[in-house]
């Protein structure tokens, strides 16, 4: 899938977020600006949020809870982790129960880490925008394609 500016990948956010489902693991590779904040920013703005969300590069994880959002979503950058166990360390599948885990920089877990994630690549297109490629789990097929 091309999409063509910011604009439009904010907006594939939103319409990932008419999927989404509590337990769902959606994991967002691509190389530094790639997009992948752009996705995850529509999608929490069509849950709910009001204003822009950070990134959570500095923070590693975002909470993000109702009222605020209609669905509970853990935002997750694993950029400056260096270590697989890190992320064992963050507690994620506990909070995942109840949410959505949106994980940007997947490739810096372990590769088995989440099997069942709705996988999307970013890159960045050389006639511009990006190309956007996804790996859909059994989970997902009812609800793709976008």
Excluded: C, N
């Excluded at 994880?61 to 890190?86: F, G, M, N, S």
């Amino acid at each position: 899938m091309r999409l063509v500016d910011a604009a439009a990948t904010e907006a594939f956010g939103a319409r990932l977020a008419t999927m989404v489902r509590a337990g769902d693991v959606v994991t967002l590779s691509g190389g530094l600006g790639a997009g992948k904040t752009s996705i995850a920013r529509g999608l929490l703005a069509a849950l709910g949020l009001a204003g822009e969300a950070p990134s959570p590069s500095f923070a590693i994880v975002q909470p993000y809870r109702p009222p605020e959002v209609t669905l509970p979503v853990l935002h997750v950058d694993l950029y400056r982790l260096d270590d697989p166990e890190e992320v064992e360390e963050l507690g994620l599948e506990d909070e995942r129960v109840d949410g959505l885990l949106l994980v940007e920089w997947p490739e810096r877990a372990d590769p088995a880490a989440w099997p069942e994630a709705l996988a999307l690549t970013l890159a960045i297109d050389p006639a511009g925008g990006r190309r956007l490629t996804a790996e859909v789990p059994t989970a997902w097929e009812q609800r793709w394609p976008i």
